[in-house]
């Protein structure tokens, strides 16, 4: 899931200064789930700006701001309210305000921040797990991504920083890599870490990316 | 001798860390260098250590070398990529840089400079294969070099993390990658130079054993909360405590344990930690 976390009030209400009419766009897939942009933020943001003397002409949740064919048949669907806003504000990840800019001539304003890429532990505790590299290694490391969950992205073992087992970086975690042995020797398999691991292949990294696969992933031919 | 053929031949090493300034003018480690001058076998020069932005070493070392000292360069991972480093290598051994050491490096959120990019393109094994691969004329990408490098290449050895299997891993990785010695955290007891001392020769390359000596009582408390996680010996901390000068008091203690160790010991690495103003006197106290 994709987590956000609310930008702060004062910020959002600064972009949203120079506008009257607004339309609030919420999303139902990971912004419902981790409650930064369900049905009750929507309704909780619309009380929030017209208590400020904003004018909300629509606040609604679309059912995934990602899927570009989705977001234009719901504006489609909302044009007169599109048409009378003055601006959307979009309370989903930076993929749906950019989505929503591409299908509409009206400035669009995030009302969140993207935090990262992780897993719901349970609500309101939620941690990274995947920095989309591209070439996946967690399974080398007994289903752990050190890519990720060490701050130094290191492979070959942990760094001389780790006080206790905790990470140098942040005490209260353990060393990601205290949890790749722990599970690898659990497993029969920490034989495998006196092997080098070779550098990262960062042009695998290499942005904007895109996958252009057409029906082959369909057909299974991908 | 330099400080390659005293590695080879087997005899007693001292080298000693030391900074480069927090700004341009190199007056200050020029003149701590020229004022130890013989009473080491090398010096390390430190890279942006503890993510604090300094001189780079590349340039200390140069500058060193220009004065007829020998530096190891220590170089670290978080700031470079790939690229930068083999080129600073290249730059460094064309100034006359013969010896290396490397290590990860401190996280930029814990320096001065927090909000600064992370590199960690490489990580030391790897870094260190890098190196060895230079040596051999070419460059990472197997591509032919005009003119190659022959660096001896050193890592770093932190006794205290735990766990320490993991570490005894690392170490082992880092000497298969190319390490030819291993500089260690200052070690303060009996128990951790005959532990230190049993990896050296489990590792087959040549240690140095970090020596410290401690200037204050929060100097020691600092060390053992936070850079070590093990408390400092109690009979040291008494002393401080008990001393008029706790920097003589410091320097006395550090002078007598590398004389307890002196006996199955036969690399120490200084590192002054802010007591350089100290060095030339604690090098003359030293017997090694």
Redesign the interface.
Known sequence: MIFTKPKPKEEVLKSLGQYDKLMILGCGTCSADCHTGGEKEVAAMRKRLESVGMIVVEGVVVDSLCNLEKVRRALKRMEDDVKEADALLVMSCGIAVQVVSGLVDKPVVPALDTAFAGVLERIGRYYEMCSMCGECVAGIYGGICPVTRC???????????????CC??DAEAECV??AI?RRMKSLGTEGS??S?????D?SKWLRPRKVDAGVAILDGKW | MGFKEKLESGERIITVEISPPKGADADDILNLAESIRGKVDAVNVTDNQRAVMRLSSLAACSLLRSKGHEPVMQVCCRDRNRIALQSDLLGAWAMGVRNVCVMTGDHPVLGDHPAAKAVFDLDSVQLLELIRQLGEGKDFMGNRLKGGTGFIAGAVFNPYAEPRELQVMKLHKKIEAGAAFIQTQPVFSMEMAETVMKYESEAGVRFMVGITPLRSLGMARFMGEKLLNRPIPEEIMKRLEGSSDAVEEGIDMAAEFVDRIRGFVKGIHIMPIGGEGELRSFLKRVNF
């Open positions: 701050p130094k992205e290191m492979l070959n073992g942990p760094c001389g920083g780790a006080v206790d087992g140098e970086v890599w205290v042995y870490l006196h080098i691991a070779k550098p990262k960062h």
